[in-house]
């Protein structure tokens, strides 16, 4: 699909982001060690927790390292993007809620749905709309470990 500027986009414009749209989207992600301490380390993020194997054995509940909170939200949101807003969105808005409800460890596959929870015209930009979109991304064993709540100023169909 190409938009006016012959860009090819597979996000969907704001009339299509209708209130209790639901996507599943088609792209799952096994999070490995690599990802974590990659994205752990070069945010600058020294959290024993998330490198250290020893200390995340012997000294938390969990007995081994939890991915980063920060790299599951990016995973969440970037694993939405192709089937809600590339190539359709103004801007992100900002999040109004992220929360993480279990544990997320190396070896783990996320899969996401989206919800389109409210949709309207902007007051100021007419060829635009903002939408909320709360994003929920799920284990292999279908336990729910990230639900991210967004708004987004999405393009008009042109």
């Known amino acids: ?5 012959g860009r090819p ?3 969907k414009w704001f009339e299509e982001l209708t209130p209790g749209l639901v996507i599943q989207h088609a792209i799952r992600r096994t999070i490995t060690e690599a990802d974590n301490v990659l994205f752990t380390s070069i945010t600058m993020n020294p959290a024993w927790l998330h490198l250290d194997f020893d200390y ?3 000294e938390t509940e969990f007995g081994k390292p939890l991915v ?7 995973m969440v ?20 809620e992220v929360v993480f409800p279990a544990p997320l460890f190396h070896g783990d596959t996320l899969r996401v749905e989206t919800e389109v929870i409210d949709a309207r015209e902007s007051s100021s930009r ?3 709309g903002i939408v909320t979109f709360e994003h929920r991304a ?5 336990t729910l470990v990230c639900k991210a709540v967004r708004g987004a100023l999405m ?4």
């Open 9 to 11: 986009h597979s996000g």
């Open 155 to 158: 393009h008009k169909q042109p």
């Open 1 to 5: 699909m190409d938009d006016t500027t």
């Open 126 to 128: 007419p060829t635009q």
């Open 68 to 74: 980063n909170s920060m790299l599951t939200v990016a």
């Open 56 to 58: 995340a054995e012997r």
């Open 77 to 96: 949101i970037g694993i939405s993007v192709h089937e809600t807003t590339l190539g359709t969105t103004v801007a992100n808005l900002g999040f109004s």
């Open 138 to 142: 799920y284990n292999q064993h279908g």
